[in-house]
């Protein structure tokens, strides 16, 4: 069931990289690379706040480049809920814009917190890799149920380091438009 929307493929969605998205960027101290921070909203997605706040948690301990940070107000990355038999997906730019839609029925069957930080490792640009092992996040649910682990592995917390080593100047130019990437 999860895996039918795999590969849903590119919807041509206009760029939604807005002035105020790119004035999120903020700078650490001057020996250190900037971070970028990339505000988040729950409000429309109340029944999973918490798992995703563990799964953007997991996120931050595990890059330096990038940061979220949960705020409704102005977020570029909203996360939603509800019934769809495709499951959950990412609609994102793949550099922190987009909507994450987590699904209540595959959110019974698979571990919430990894369905959330898999689908926030797409909005990092992270494409999915569902032939991989559970230690790998973006094998979604490739692994199947039983798999609970919502932390990326060391390749894939280089992988957003360098997607993320320019702040929100995209270093990847295909990222114009919004994709659709599943769990
Ligand atoms: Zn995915």
């Given at each position: 069931m999860s895996k039918k929307f795999a590969l849903a493929?590119?919807?041509?969605?206009?760029?939604?990289?807005?002035?105020?998205?790119?004035?999120t960027a903020s700078a650490a101290t001057e020996q250190q690379a900037a971070v970028t921070t990339v505000y988040y909203?729950?409000?429309?997605?109340?029944?999973?706040?918490?798992?995703?706040?563990?799964?953007?948690?997991?996120?931050?301990n595990s890059v330096t480049n990038v940061r979220l940070v949960e705020r409704n107000s102005g977020a570029s990355l909203r996360y939603t809920e509800g019934n769809d038999p495709r499951g959950s997906y990412a609609s994102t730019n793949g550099h922190?814009?987009?909507?994450?839609?987590i699904d209540y029925t595959q959110a019974?069957?698979?571990?919430?917190?990894?369905?959330?930080?898999?689908?926030?490792?797409?909005?990092?640009?992270?494409?999915?890799?569902?032939?991989?092992?559970?230690s790998e996040l973006m094998s979604g649910g490739g692994?199947?149920?039983?798999?609970?682990?919502?932390?990326?592995?060391?390749t894939e917390r280089a992988r957003v380091n360098s997607l993320w080593a320019n702040g929100l100047v995209a270093?990847?130019?295909?990222?114009?438009?919004?994709?659709?990437?599943g769990f």
């Open positions: 493929g590119a919807v041509a969605l206009a760029l939604t990289m807005t002035p105020l998205a790119a004035g909203s729950t409000a429309n997605a109340p029944t999973f706040r918490s798992v995703i706040n563990a799964g953007a948690a997991n996120w931050n922190g814009s987009g909507t994450i839609f019974r069957q698979y571990n919430p917190t990894r369905i959330a930080a898999h689908e926030t490792g797409h909005a990092l640009g992270l494409p999915d890799h569902y032939s991989g092992p559970c692994p199947g149920p039983s798999c609970t682990n919502a932390f990326p592995n060391a270093t990847d130019q295909r990222r114009v438009h919004e994709t659709i990437y």
